[in-house]
């Protein structure tokens, strides 16, 4: 395999899991079927299977992971130490729109975690690959 065969394998691998989790996360705040849930989650997985296979990778795309794999820890760090309390004050600032001071505010699911960690993975590693571009 050539080794710009390789390079637009890992590529086409990082957009297609980037698509798959913003629709995996369009699917928990929409409530879309399971079925869309179960076919974004598989995207995602296929997607990175393929871009943890070593031999895809070099220097430079060994860089645009490393630089995904930081943004999704600092997602991890921020989510889990302040997630209750940004979405607490998202449920302030729309309870303040509606009127309806009353209701109680959601509970933070963990599944918010995972999915921010997956979603800041793809975003730092597109923004690394669009600021390499330049």
């Not at 598989?42 to 943890?52: D, N, W």
């Not at 860089?63 to 997630?83: N, R």
């Not at 940004?86 to 599944?111: Q, R, S, V």
Request: proline fraction near 4%.
């Amino acid at each position: 395999m050539t080794p710009d065969k390789k390079a637009r394998i890992y590529f086409v691998s990082a957009i297609m899991g980037a698509i798959a989790t913003l629709g995996l996360a369009a699917t928990s705040i929409f409530g879309w079927p399971d079925f869309a849930l179960g076919l974004f989650t598989g995207i995602i997985l296929v997607s990175l299977a393929m871009i943890l296979r070593r031999k895809l990778r070099d220097e430079y795309t060994q860089g645009l992971w490393q630089a995904g794999t930081s943004a999704a820890f600092i997602a991890v760090v921020i989510l889990a130490i302040f997630g209750p309390v940004l979405l607490g004050f998202a449920h302030g600032l729309i309870d303040g729109f509606n009127d309806t001071a009353n209701a109680a505010p959601p509970d933070f699911n963990g599944k918010y975690v995972g999915i921010g960690a997956i979603l800041a993975f793809y975003a730092g590693f597109h923004i690394a690959w669009l600021r390499s571009a330049r």
